[in-house]
């Protein structure tokens, strides 16, 4: 079992930033991988970046590319989501989950879940 905790979602004007984080708890992650979602009211849940635990590629989704960092720190179990200039249509409740290669940008493909964090990005 891996309980995952979101946090540092709140309230932003267009082309500011924000850095959400993901504390993970539970078994060893080094197998898996970390995802970040998102899900506007109305709309489906869509996949946001990953990145493997002990390493490997980066993946983003082409409407974050160059303004969202995925990063973790091993020592703190913690993934982070830099997120700069930042748009109002960023506005979404963001999720991170653990998961397993290979369809890592499917939502699917992911075991655990976090509550999930407000992002609000006014124009």
């Known amino acids: 079992q891996v309980h995952l905790v979101e946090s540092g979602g709140g309230l932003v004007q267009a082309g500011g930033s924000l850095r959400l984080s993901c504390a993970a708890s539970?078994?060893?992650?080094?197998?898996?991988?970390m995802g970040w979602f998102r899900q506007a009211p109305g709309k489906e849940r869509e996949f946001v970046s990953a990145?493997?635990?002990?390493?490997?590629?980066?993946y983003y989704a082409d409407s974050v590319k160059g303004r969202f960092t995925i990063s973790r720190d091993n020592a703190k179990n913690t993934v982070y989501l830099q997120m700069n200039s930042l748009k109002p249509e960023d506005t979404s409740v963001y999720y991170c989950a653990v998961g397993r290669p290979p369809f890592i940008t499917k939502s699917a493909a992911y075991d655990y879940w976090g509550q999930g964090t407000q992002v609000t990005v006014s124009s």
């Open positions: 539970g078994r060893t992650l080094s197998s898996y991988v």
């Open positions: 990145k493997g635990w002990s390493g490997g590629s980066t």
